[in-house]
């Protein structure tokens, strides 16, 4: 069974860091591509960033620069460090399963709020 647990959200200020983690479980996370998209409040679902087994990552142009993907294989766990958090970052958070993907395996996400 796949499970997937996300943590690190919270309230920033704009310009501001968070780092999300993802603890994953149930299927071979060494070998499978995963991915972080958000949704925010009645807005579609946005893939965010990609990463491979091996370490390739792609981004958004809505990130790219800002935030960056990576992952620990031995700790099946994902990450995703955000710097310089704008307001039109504020989303809820989800980690999943694929290349690009915004689904269909998530967890239960987590909030990231960028406010003054």
């Known amino acids: 069974q796949v499970q997937l647990v996300e943590s690190g959200g919270g309230l920033v200020e704009p310009g501001g860091s968070l780092r999300l983690s993802c603890t994953a479980s149930g299927f071979t996370f060494t070998s499978a591509p995963m991915s972080w998209y958000r949704q925010a409040p009645g807005k579609e679902r946005e893939w965010v960033a990609s990463?491979?087994?091996?370490?390739?990552?792609d981004h958004s142009d809505s990130v790219k620069g800002r935030f960056t993907i990576s992952r620990d294989n031995a700790v099946a766990t994902l990450y995703l460090q955000m710097y310089s958090l704008k307001f039109e970052d504020t989303a809820h958070y989800y980690c999943t399963r694929g290349w690009r993907a915004t689904g269909p395996d998530r967890g239960q996400g987590t909030q990231v709020t960028v406010s003054s």
């Open positions: 990463i491979t087994g091996v370490g390739t990552t």
